[in-house]
């Protein structure tokens, strides 16, 4: 797939979707180093510990990358390369300002914030289910827990798919009822509830969902 879009890109620089889908794969390829012993930490995490480090210049940054990433550090530096190829393309690509929000620490160690790379997500892709969720995860990380909330509900209004991912990422570590309240579901999503819950493995919380459910099929006046 890579040497596929590598040849779209050499005949077509200006491709936005092929450098989108390149600056993915490089973020793939080093989010899953083949060696046991790699270090294991996602882009977010990465920038996370470079600006709490507060290096002294990039080279300092950049030593540290490659003593704890070693060459895998390519794959990030192609990715930033990509990413920003796909929105000098296409200026209106939601994912991929959410993309450079993690990745802006390769161009210096103290990038702009992350928040501004979000707003302009939001601002080119309002209804993109993929750029909600991804800005509810960063809120969460931040610990803006009242702004994850917010987006991960937003998220879930675009669309089956994404109702079953904000469903799935919220099962682990909420219980029914507050799930329940932010995205509020009709028995279809409900039913979806359910199976997030038993994929998660808390059949404690089938008694909520349940409940709501026989209230919205009696007809019950549930949501405000």
Do not use: C
């Not at 530096?77 to 939601?94: E, I």
């Not at 501004?116 to 990380?141: I, N, S, T, Y």
Request: proline content about 5%; cysteine-free.
């Amino acid at each position: 797939q890579a040497r596929l879009l590598y040849e779209v890109t050499k005949w077509e620089p200006r491709h936005a979707a092929a450098h989108a889908s390149l600056a993915k794969l490089h973020l793939k390829f080093f989010n899953n180093p083949a060696a046991a012993d790699a270090v294991r930490m996602d882009e977010r995490h990465i920038r996370e510990t470079v600006l709490a480090s507060k290096f002294a210049d990039q080279g300092a940054m950049r030593e540290w990358l490659a003593r704890a990433f070693a060459n895998r550090v390519a794959h990030l530096d192609a990715a930033w390369y990509h990413l920003r190829a796909a929105l000098k393309a296409s200026p209106s690509l939601g994912d991929m300002y959410v993309l450079a929000g993690s990745l802006a620490f390769l161009e210096t160690p103290a990038p702009p914030p992350t928040s501004a790379f979000l707003d302009q997500a939001v601002l080119v892709r309002p209804g993109d289910g993929d750029v909600l969720f991804a800005v509810g995860q960063e809120k969460m990380l931040s610990g803006d827990l009242e702004g994850a909330i917010e987006f991960y509900r937003r998220a879930a209004k675009t669309g089956t798919a994404y109702q079953k991912q904000v469903f799935a990422w919220l099962a682990s570590a909420l219980p029914a009822e507050a799930v329940i309240e932010i995205v509020q579901p009709d028995v279809d999503g409900l039913q979806t509830l359910r199976y997030s819950y038993a994929a998660a493995q808390r059949p404690d919380q089938f008694a909520a969902i349940d409940e709501r459910i026989d209230g919205l099929q009696r007809g019950g006046r549930w949501f405000v």
